[in-house]
């Protein structure tokens, strides 16, 4: 099931939405209060669409949970940040054709925690997802039609293969440029 979110709470609500209908979610419960230690700023938000009673009722089924893949489309992430290692997966550059998917600017690790930074780690932020990988897909500061293509074609070309079950491009521009709406109808 592929969702076009235009929204960022839409994302939320899809990506919760296909944690309960596909048996993943989050790896342990999280507790009252969650310790990460900027879940403060982040709990009304996160509370006004719902995450908290979402994550309660994940670890209350008795359904078996896997990891789910997120092809992040933007500009990389931080290999080495503490709150998503363990969820990094190897990705890919398509500006520099390698594996090389360090962040100049922060923007694609920002995107990445808020789905996918460790619950109850007590680093950072809680994301919306405990049990997930991140694959980091980079346009580096390339934001052209091009290299967005290439980038969604990349994730449509491995979604099989890499278990790829949402694809974020977390790119803004003044209007969808036609050929990047084609490959997300692709998707």
């Known amino acids: 099931m592929w969702y076009r979110c235009l ?47 979402a994550w309660r009722r994940l ?22 940040h503490p709150d998503l290692v363990g969820n990094l997966v190897t990705g890919y550059n398509v500006i520099r054709h390698n594996t090389n998917t360090s962040d100049p600017n922060g923007h694609g690790t920002h995107m990445a925690g808020v789905f996918g930074a460790t619950i109850n780690n007590s680093v950072g932020i809680a994301g919306v997802m405990d049990l997930v990988n991140i694959m980091p897909i980079s ?18 070309r491995n979604k099989g293969g890499r278990n790829i079950k949402i694809i974020l491009m977390a790119i803004s521009g003044p209007t969808l440029r036609p050929e990047v709406a084609d490959k997300i109808d692709e998707a």
Do not use: W
């Open 7 to 53: 929204y960022p709470t839409c994302l939320l609500i899809s990506v919760i939405a296909f944690m309960n209908n596909e048996g993943a979610g989050i790896s342990k419960p999280a507790s009252r209060p969650v310790n990460d230690p900027l879940y403060k700023q982040q709990a009304s938000y996160l509370k006004a669409i719902n995450v908290p009673a």
């Open 59 to 80: 670890t209350s089924t008795r359904v078996k949970r896997k990891k789910v893949t997120v092809a992040l489309i933007d500009t990389g992430v931080k290999p080495d």
């Open 139 to 156: 346009v580096e500061e390339t934001y052209s039609g091009a290299a967005q293509v290439a980038a969604l074609d990349y994730a449509i």
